[in-house]
């Protein structure tokens, strides 16, 4: 089994959005290991604010089929395939990392957004803070303790999700 995370992203009905993809991800994945949400203003684009957080979860299914799963989750949302990387969305799923594997393809392995954004950070640092990023050779928690925290405008909020009943 690999350990992976996945970000969630959400400035479109995001209170819905947020709950439809950590429902389908409960039910496609099993438990999930759920961070509080952010909610933070977009970057890179003029837009909405966002719905940020991060899951972790363990699966037995390789990279290629937790990318198309993701993909599946996000059309489920609504999500247009064909829409630009910083633009408004319904639901945004990223792989940030599967085990320790270092990759371009299918999909750039650890997530650069990583190392360059609070949003992915702060709650990839509060559910994985003893997790060593592949490539920076520090923990998750050392990685947000050195990040310029004051660089991106983000704020915890009130989140309640529950896991719905897995059917079998």
């Known amino acids: ?14 209170e819905r959005h947020v709950r439809l ?6 039910r496609r994945f ?12 977009a970057v890179g684009f003029d837009g909405d604010d966002f719905y940020n957080l991060v899951v972790g979860v363990e699966t037995g299914r390789n990279v290629e ?10 059309a489920h949302a609504g999500r247009d395939p064909r829409s630009k990387g910083f633009s408004s969305r319904t639901l945004d799923l990223d792989l940030l990392s599967y085990d320790d594997l ?3 393809a299918p999909v750039d392995l650890p997530r650069p957004e990583i190392l360059k954004n609070a949003f992915v ?16 050779g520090q923990t998750y928690r050392e ?5 310029d925290q004051n660089s991106q405008a983000l704020e915890p909020i009130v989140f309640d999700w529950q896991a719905p009943e897995r059917s079998s």
């Open 1 to 14: 089994m690999a350990q992976i995370y996945i970000s969630i992203g959400s400035n479109i009905d995001r």
């Open 21 to 26: 993809g950590l429902d389908e991800l409960h």
């Open 30 to 41: 099993g438990p999930l290991t759920v961070s509080r949400v952010f909610e933070s203003e």
């Open 65 to 74: 089929e937790v990318v198309a799963e993701l993909k599946a989750i996000e």
């Open 102 to 104: 270092i990759c371009e």
């Open 121 to 136: 950070l702060w709650p990839l640092s509060d559910i994985a803070p003893d997790h060593i990023h592949p490539l920076a």
């Open 143 to 147: 990685l947000w303790r050195g990040f």
